[in-house]
């Protein structure tokens, strides 16, 4: 999180004093004649000298003295109608008897690439991004006076290990608290005025787009026209969407976030309502098209398909995040969801993985984490997972953990940098497509709440050493054969496929099997953790390939299931490598077929179309020594060695919501990762201890 600086250590730096609350911040001074530097000043400032009257403000809405978010919004909604649309404070507005404050979020850029300012009367080297948007700051002249502006590179003594550690758990407040957050993508180029208008037609549209049905919208003609697509798909493929900071400093800015790309600025709330307006199924499915209409209008090389993966970060990350900070609505993000988050953009330390998101978590489990600042990864994500382990008192971290993580840490241990973890693969959450029309917003239900494989019985852990933990459980099942290996997203290897001949079904007949066939394909959840029902046995009949589906959803006049030429691939290469898998005397194919009864419904073959989807991420296939079904862990960017293997362990442990896959490691064990058992989801293995005490029995594993 820091540009080198020159004369570390220097007198510029004195220290903090933490019972007056202060913090550092600039001010962008007017330039000197002939200077062609910037000129800031860096000084002390105390969070605790508020004015008379936002002290009033604050006791009037029960506040504790703390600056909130929610807090800070409606001080600022007073002042709505003349505050400028740069998010700064008018006249009268000031919290502090110094002003008030925002802060910036940029890129900070490569540290080989320096230029120099002026501050506090000396010369200071800082990264050419961070000198570029100070540049572009300083003509706005809205620094120059009593507002001001801390910045992590200047404002924090990056030399100082104990002050970095200090000031990182504080960021939640400092950004919490800010009048404002400046986020700061770069200068204008790429079309990004163009993006800015499309955007702006976008977010005028957010409240009429929710009330319409698919293939309702009605686009208008300027969308057809300019360069809006190619500017919008530039502008969220710049090198801020990457950073991982800026989720924490987004979100905690929320409505006090306003979007800067050279001289052009777009409120928060504006830009995410238009990036859900994109993400309606009307515009979504006609994204790429629309986007190549320009490429070839142009005459330029290029075939239409747009970069999501940022665009995904602001639509299910940071516009809902944001909200439930502004409202202070639910609990702190739970290890899972932080997981997600944090695999999906980039940072410089392994490290940063954790504390980048320090804001997010619960302050409890943050301040335990502060102290290991200093410790490699491997210890910090070690620590991590003993802090929510502990915390919440349950096992619940274990279904992250692995063996494949390149870091060393112990395997009950989730690695956080591990590249092989799919987003979009938890049953708790939506499903993607033939709701996009509705407001996606919601977080879906608790992870810990969705299945119950343990039963209630509490969790009986300790940690033994540092890289030890042993807990208490039992075996109920071992992984008798696999399906096939996950290869990225596009690809299965049926080649990798683990046949097991003597596989009997416990489930009963044929009708029975292909029951717990459709419930497995759908981990028995539907949209947001739903139970599935008799109605999803429509999986089985969800034609393969989509040259056959095609004809059957235009008879039916299912317009959003005919519209998925572009994404049917998963289920249809899914099935190609999957249906030779051996279920006693069948294969897995002879469960299916590809014609859609009549009277079907699309909204229930859109549910598991999506369902499957996100289903098939991150695992893999399974069939038990006992007779099951269900879904190993698929680690798909591991070598054919680091994979569940035949032969695994299937338990249960007291305190985990889900089966774990193990695997005995000489006198202890490792994790594989969370399974997924049809018929042992909801506490039934707990049963096993009474009814088959001779093969199942409770012991105490130790996981290395």
Same mark, same amino acid.
């Given at each position: ?29 007017? !330039? ?56 700064? !404070? ?7 008897? /110094? ?297 619940? !971290? ?17 690695? /956080? ?133 095609? !004809? ?7 317009? /959003? ?144």
């Amino acid at each position: 999180m820091s540009d080198r600086k020159e004369s570390k250590g220097s007198s510029l730096y004195k220290a903090l004093d933490n019972s007056r609350n202060e913090i550092r911040l600039v001010t962008i001074s007017t !330039p000197t004649p002939g200077s062609k530097l910037l000129h800031l000043t860096l000084a002390h400032y105390c969070l605790d000298d508020l004015t008379h009257e936002y002290r009033n403000f604050e006791s009037s809405t029960n506040g504790d003295g703390r600056l909130h978010r929610g807090t800070v919004s409606q001080w600022a909604a007073q002042f709505q109608q003349r505050e400028s649309p740069s998010g700064l !404070p008018p006249e009268g507005a000031e919290r502090f008897e /110094w002003g008030d404050y925002a802060t910036l979020s940029y890129v900070w850029g490569s540290e080989q690439r320096q230029r120099p300012i002026i501050l506090n009367g000396r010369k200071f080297s800082v990264t050419e991004n961070l000198e570029i948007a100070l540049r572009a700051l300083s003509r706005s002249g809205h620094h120059g006076g009593t507002y001001r502006l801390w910045i992590d590179a200047l404002c924090i003594d990056q030399s100082n290990e104990a002050e970095r550690a200090e000031e990182v758990a504080r960021m939640r407040d400092i950004y919490s608290g800010a009048y404002g957050v400046i986020a700061w993508l770069g200068e204008e180029g790429e079309y990004s005025g163009d993006a800015f208008d499309l955007l702006e037609r976008f977010a005028a549209m957010a409240g009429e787009s929710r009330a319409k049905k698919f293939g309702d919208l009605a686009l208008p003609t300027s969308f057809f026209f300019g360069n809006g697509f190619s500017g919008l798909n530039a502008l969220m493929s710049r090198a801020y969407w990457t950073r991982l900071w800026i989720v924490q400093e987004v979100v905690l800015g929320a409505s006090a976030a306003v979007l800067h790309c050279g001289d052009r600025l777009m409120a928060w709330r504006t830009f995410s309502d238009a990036v859900d307006v994109l993400f309606r199924s009307d515009l979504w499915l006609i994204k790429d098209h629309l986007l190549q209409t320009e490429l070839d209008r142009r005459g330029v090389d290029g075939d239409g398909t747009w970069s999501t993966l940022w665009l995904h970060l602001v639509h299910k990350d940071l516009r809902p995040l944001s909200r439930y900070h502004e409202l202070n609505e639910g609990p702190p993000l739970g290890l899972r969801r932080l997981l997600d988050i944090a695999c999906s953009s980039r940072c410089r330390d392994r490290r940063d993985k954790v504390f980048a998101l320090l804001g997010m978590m619960d302050p409890a489990i943050a301040r335990s984490l502060v102290q290991d600042y200093t410790s490699d990864s491997a210890g910090l994500y070690t620590t991590v997972s003993k802090a929510f382990i502990t915390h919440h008192g349950n096992l619940e !971290p274990l279904r992250e953990g692995n063996p494949w993580g390149k870091s060393n840490a112990p395997s009950w241990a989730a690695d /956080w940098t591990w590249d092989g973890r799919l987003r979009y693969s938890r049953p708790e959450n939506p499903v993607w497509g033939f709701w996009q029309l509705s407001d996606q917003t919601a977080a879906g239900c608790a992870p810990e709440t969705v299945y119950s494989a343990a039963g209630t019985r509490a969790a009986e852990f300790r940690f033994d050493g540092e890289s030890s933990l042993v807990c208490k459980g039992f075996v109920f099942d071992r992984v008798a054969g696999l399906g096939a290996l996950g290869r990225g997203y596009f690809r299965w290897e049926s080649k990798a496929m683990v046949q097991f001949r003597t596989w009997k079904s416990a489930y009963g007949g044929n009708r029975e099997t292909a029951a717990a066939i459709y419930k497995t394909l759908l981990l028995n959840r539907v949209n947001n953790g739903r139970p599935a029902e008799p109605q999803h046995a429509a999986i089985l009949s969800l034609p393969k390939t989509f040259d056959v589906a095609r !004809p059957q959803f235009e008879r039916h006049r299912w317009r /959003w299931m005919a519209s998925q030429e572009g994404y049917y691939f998963r289920w249809s290469l899914w099935r190609e490598a999957n249906d030779r898998l051996r279920l006693g005397e069948q294969r897995l194919g002879d469960y299916f077929t590809d014609s859609i009864p009549q009277g079907a419904e699309e909204e229930v073959y859109a549910e598991v179309y999506g369902a499957f989807d996100r289903t098939s991420k991150e695992r893999r296939f399974m069939l038990t020594n006992r007779g099951y079904m269900g879904w190993a862990p698929d680690n798909i960017r591991g070598s054919k060695n680091d994979q569940t293997r035949q032969g695994d362990l299937i338990c249960i442990l007291f305190g985990c919501s889900t089966p774990l896959v193990i695997r005995p490691c000489g006198r202890r064990y490792q994790i594989v990762g969370e399974a997924y058992v049809e018929g042992f989801m909801n506490g039934q293995a707990m049963e096993l201890l009474k009814t088959d005490p001779e093969r199942v029995s409770v012991q105490d594993f130790t996981f290395c």
